[in-house]
């Protein structure tokens, strides 16, 4: 694992919340952690023929103050990561992640004008159930109002066809959260077989994930 080409960087790889694998590639993925969830495994990377930056929402804020908790808000995120990618010299991004990640990795996508998104089961926008509960419980951006057909970025929504193993528990409404952006230019839907939201950890547990995810990058980001 090689230093980054910016003093912040190397400073923010000294911590748990930034990790990159410098594969040598002129391409780089951008992984959004979920909440709770650990770094992302790299061999995605490896697969895929491209470098990797990966990040934890330890701050359970959807990565709206910025990608660490060193960031002063969102801005400084953003031209860090574009300083960051100008040194680099990279020619594609792609930006992936899992719920919290998700939305992350679609706010971030439109910010930094990706080429590719793939989000597993993310949200999108505050909805309301009929107790006037909101869900994220932190106000975010609806990214539905972006990506019209001017955007550079291709989106895959992988999605599992149901909640139902959880959803007398609790349940993110996956569907209802994806309902505006799915209809947007660009955005295509891959709906899985499983009843659960954690559709990632769902196609790890089968075996498929790193191959699967590296699949889409190589149909979709050349």
């Not at 031209?79 to 990279?90: G, N, P, T, V």
């Not at 706010?107 to 509960?133: E, K, M, W």
């Not at 196609?203 to 191959?211: F, H, P, S, T, V």
Request: one cysteine or more; charged letters at 20%; glycine letters at 4%.
């Amino acid at each position: 694992m090689n230093t980054l080409s910016t003093e912040k960087y190397n400073e923010l790889l000294k911590s748990d919340e930034v990790i990159f694998h410098d594969y040598g590639s002129d391409n780089l993925i951008i992984w959004f952690g979920g909440i709770n969830e650990p770094h992302f495994n790299p061999e995605i990377a490896r697969l895929a023929n491209c470098d990797i930056l990966t990040v934890r929402d330890i701050m359970n804020s959807w990565y709206t103050t910025g990608l660490t908790s060193s960031h002063a808000n969102i801005d400084q995120a953003i031209l860090e990561l574009k300083q960051f990618i100008a040194d680099r010299k990279y020619k594609k991004i792609c930006l992936c992640g899992q719920s919290s990640g998700g939305y992350g990795a679609l706010f971030y996508s439109h910010l930094l004008n990706a080429d590719l998104c793939i989000a597993f089961s993310p949200q999108t926008r505050n909805v309301f159930n009929g107790q006037c509960q909101m869900t994220p419980d932190i106000r975010i951006k609806d990214v539905g109002e972006f990506f019209d057909a001017s955007s550079p970025t291709k989106i895959l929504l992988n999605m599992s066809r149901s909640e139902s193993d959880h959803d007398e528990q609790f349940a993110w409404n996956d569907w209802l959260q994806i309902e505006k952006l799915r209809k947007k230019p660009n955005v295509t839907v891959i709906t899985h077989p499983y009843d659960n939201h954690s559709v990632s950890a769902k196609l790890r547990e089968a075996g498929l994930l790193y191959r699967f995810t590296a699949s889409l990058i190589n149909t979709y980001l050349y």
